[in-house]
């Protein structure tokens, strides 16, 4: 059976897929190509893009349950609840390079809600350095020149997807070096 719109119906419909298609590309413009990387997000269980966080300030961190570094994640939560109405937001990727993380996703994002209270959000296990790491990482070693030597290392990111800068798992979430460069990039625009 075939239907037939009225006119005006079919030009609006036409008129909005045209408006979509215009604006998908827009979108893409705008978002670095340092973001434009999809991973599923242990929360959801969906995938993800992180063009969704472009114009954030972030902060990106390795992190593993069974890491000594490990209560960072409740500073990192902290952060999170502190700058995060700013505009900025951490972003978690557990690892296992450094054999201290758990091989079911579910228990890291589990454990890291119920031990730290962790609501930022958790990506699916994944390589940070050597040649196997996920995109992102490879990225951030890329552009920072430094790759992750334990867990709890960390990339800053500015609001235009610039690596700021990058610290070592020794730079705790309230150390103030790291608190006042965020609160510079937070006051920043693109």
Request: charged letters at 15%; aromatic letters at 10%.
């Amino acid at each position: 059976m075939r239907m037939h719109l009225p006119l005006a119906t079919a030009l609006r419909a036409c008129s909005l897929l045209a408006g979509l298609a215009v604006a998908v590309p827009a979108v893409a413009a705008t978002c670095p190509s340092l973001l434009d990387k999809t991973f599923r997000s242990l929360d959801s269980g969906k995938s993800e893009n992180l063009c969704r966080y472009a114009g954030k300030v972030i902060l990106v961190v390795n992190t593993a349950s069974h890491c000594g570094f490990s209560p960072q994640e409740k500073g990192l939560q902290h952060l999170q609840a502190e700058y995060g109405p700013q505009g900025f937001v951490v972003l978690g990727f557990p690892s296992n390079d450094f054999f201290q993380e758990f091989s079911n996703p579910q228990r890291i994002v589990a454990y890291s809600q119920a031990t730290y209270g962790v609501q930022f959000p958790l990506f699916d296990p994944s390589h940070v350095h050597g040649s196997d790491a996920n995109p992102l990482f490879a990225q951030l070693i890329r552009e920072s020149g430094t790759s992750p030597k334990w867990n709890f290392y960390k990339y800053l990111i500015s609001r235009d997807g610039k690596v700021v800068a990058a610290y070592s798992s020794l730079t705790s979430p309230d150390d103030k070096d790291l608190n006042a460069k965020i609160r510079t990039l937070l006051a920043q625009h693109p």
